[in-house]
């Protein structure tokens, strides 16, 4: 199975964003800054799609290849987040997320993200679970004695026995990456990683592959994509 996150800065049909993604083969694509009707334009090359957000602007949206299907759960209470059950070859429960609290609301990213995580236990009731997209969160962004922050999100999952893939696989710390999502500005001094991919530890070793793909692709965003490719689980004898 292979997951890829890009958030794609907008312009995904009219920049052939979309062809640029579907050549990575993804199984399941989590996409922000994607308009509905860029979105929509998915389901011509084989893909089911869901997305949310305000008709006519950025949304986040989900892409699920031949094979796999996608059920929307009960509506977030945060705009940019989806749940979603997935079902095919492997069946899981999903938490796309796009951090990006609502232009209204005068709260934090980090807050949006880890509030409506923290309030929705039952989207973890169904096991296995993956939450996977932009968080806009790293400790390198944190506030100093500002809470919640990253580690109270990375926390807050581990309750529930989910861990970065990218971190379990390269055996780092939060806050340790050597590759990086997002350059703001596409600045190579304002790097940072603030995309990620969380699974059930246990599924250690199943990852085969999580990386940051190249920086050839900050010509067609301010993110890189995270991709992770998992082995097949195990079938019970």
Known sequence: MRLIVWNCQGGFKSK?????????????AIVPECLKADA??????????????????????????KGW????MATSNAKWILPVK?????NFTLIAVWSCPD????????????????????WFTNTPVIVAGD?????????????PNHGSIVSLLGEHDLESAYHLRHSLQHGDETQKTFLMGRK??????IDFIFVP?????????????????????DHCPLMLQLNCAETPV
Do not use: C
Request: hydrophobic share 35%.
């Open 16 to 28: 052939k964003k979309f062809t640029d993604l579907q050549n990575e083969n993804p199984d399941i």
């Open 40 to 65: 929509l334009e998915m389901r011509a090359l084989g893909f089911e799609v869901k997305w949310v957000g305000d008709s006519g602007i950025k949304g986040l949206a989900l892409f699920a290849a």
């Open 69 to 72: 299907h996608l059920e929307a």
């Open 86 to 90: 997935v079902t095919g070859p492997e």
């Open 103 to 122: 232009p209204k609301s005068k709260i934090s990213y980090v807050s949006m993200l880890h509030d409506e995580l923290k309030s929705r236990t039952e």
């Open 135 to 147: 968080f806009n969160s790293n400790p390198k962004l944190d506030r100093e004695g500002v809470t």
């Open 188 to 193: 190579q001094e304002s790097k940072h990683h």
């Open 201 to 221: 530890s246990g599924w250690k070793d199943r990852i085969a592959d999580v990386s940051v793909l190249p920086e050839t692709w900050l010509g067609r965003s």
